[in-house]
């Protein structure tokens, strides 16, 4: 038996000492057939600087293999030393009978550098010279997958599945089309496609996709069923939760929605979208002392958050808590950029504590994000009306009739404004 088995033996008895120790009498004392092996099984058990001590040594005696080179450059890749990589790489000629395979872990080291056009001529390239290879093939669909090229992604799945494949490298091919589908928007073919997919392979994310994809296409029992199916399999999928209790919030199971909000909750207490939308789902059921608690949960984790801080201000203001609303809207306009509704709010608590001249300034800056949002304009218009601001009342009104050109109460307001002049 060769030093290079007896290590791998054991390697797989965990006395890592000893392994180590038959390494060093295989690099001395084994035959280099022997050595090519071993280099192959440490790879493939994640040996990676034993696996390249075996490649150099090969590698001066044999300097024209350029398959070494090309490990080696897989070696640095996953070591992160990807100047190292493309020096390996660069060693390979086209003449090279291991191009083509020089060409994928060039495009692997590219798209590590998020070069990913560069990796697509690569890939492209190395189609040109052996243009029935399904590594290659493979290769590109996973790429245009990871760019967002669905529909190129797709036409790389199917090819191989024609070619009667189900699997690539561990990847179910079903279940990429499925993704890729729904990226694009066409629900039907993805949910044919992830139905699939599972009939093949039971697998937690398809499933999580399969339960989403139904959701998007208002098959709300069915995405019900889907999900709670992965939370049976993986009650710690935290993902699964906020979709689920839409889903029961869809089919108006409210009690059912906040529960499966309180489950994930214990499963994950840092998922701030729990929080968050459990804040909304306790609204619904009015009630308002949990729902806070959630929005002041979900602002403990992400202080910066916009969506979550918005929605406890229209809380707040929900409940007359102007003074509330007012200081919290100030700290968060500090911050160079914010949402407008923030200024709507504003204007909403100066109001409500009769502070006017600041409701104004406030509905000012608010204002041309909201030149068609109905709703807004009619606030502003009966604040401009009381205050008596009879120039821009008028803007706004045209703003208004330009969106509802029927409105009665707002022509009677504008008949009013333009006999006063």
Aim: charged share 25%; proline share 2%; hydrophobic share 40%.
């Amino acid at each position: 038996m060769s030093y290079g088995q007896k290590m791998i033996d054991t390697l797989q008895k965990n006395e890592l000492e000893e392994a180590m120790n038959y390494f060093e009498q295989a690099l001395k004392q084994d035959t280099d057939e022997e050595l090519y092996l071993l280099a192959d099984s440490l790879y493939q058990l994640g040996f990676l600087k034993e696996t390249e001590k075996i490649s150099l040594q090969l590698l001066e005696r044999y300097p024209e293999d350029d398959e070494l080179k090309v490990n080696l450059a897989e070696i640095a890749i996953e070591s992160n030393e990807l100047e190292a990589a493309m020096d390996w790489l660069l060693e390979v000629t086209e003449a090279s009978v291991v191009y083509p395979q020089s060409l994928l872990v060039l495009a692997d080291l590219y798209q590590v550098q998020g070069l990913y056009e560069v990796s697509e001529q690569k890939l492209l390239k190395a189609k040109e010279i052996v243009p029935d290879e399904p590594v290659i093939d493979f290769a590109l669909a996973e790429l245009h997958f990871s760019m967002g090229k669905y529909a190129q992604a797709i036409h790389g799945y199917e090819e191989l599945m024609v070619q009667g494949l189900t699997e690539f490298s561990g990847i179910n091919l079903a279940s990429r089309c499925g993704s890729s589908y729904s990226a694009l928007g066409d629900l039907e073919q993805a949910i044919l496609y992830l139905e699939q997919s599972l009939e093949e392979k039971e697998n937690v994310d398809t499933l999580f996709q399969l339960g989403f994809s139904y959701l998007q296409d208002k098959q709300y029992r069915r995405s019900i069923e889907t999900l709670n199916q992965l939370k049976e399999l993986d009650p710690n999928y935290t993902t699964l939760y906020p979709y689920l209790a839409k889903g029961h919030e869809e089919e108006n199971e409210l009690d059912k929605a906040l529960e499966t909000i309180k489950e994930g909750l214990r499963v994950d207490q840092y998922n701030y979208e729990l929080f968050y939308y459990g804040a909304g789902i306790a609204i619904k059921l009015e009630d308002e002392t949990l729902a806070e608690d959630y929005y002041l949960q979900a602002i403990q984790l992400v202080p910066e958050n916009a969506s979550v801080q918005l929605s406890y201000t229209n809380l707040l203001l929900q409940q007359n808590r102007y003074d509330e609303t007012i200081e919290l809207i100030q700290k968060i306009l500090v911050q160079n950029e914010v949402d407008p509704q923030f200024y709507w709010n504003l204007a909403l608590a100066n109001e409500g504590i009769e502070e006017y001249s600041a409701a104004s300034t406030a509905y000012q800056k608010a204002y041309p994000a909201f030149r068609q949002n109905k709703d807004f304009l009619k606030s502003y218009i009966y604040f401009l009306r009381e205050e008596g601001e009879r120039t821009i009342i008028k803007d706004v009104l045209n703003d208004y009739l330009t969106l509802d050109a029927a409105d009665a109460e707002m022509l009677e307001i504008l008949d009013e404004i333009n006999s006063n002049y």
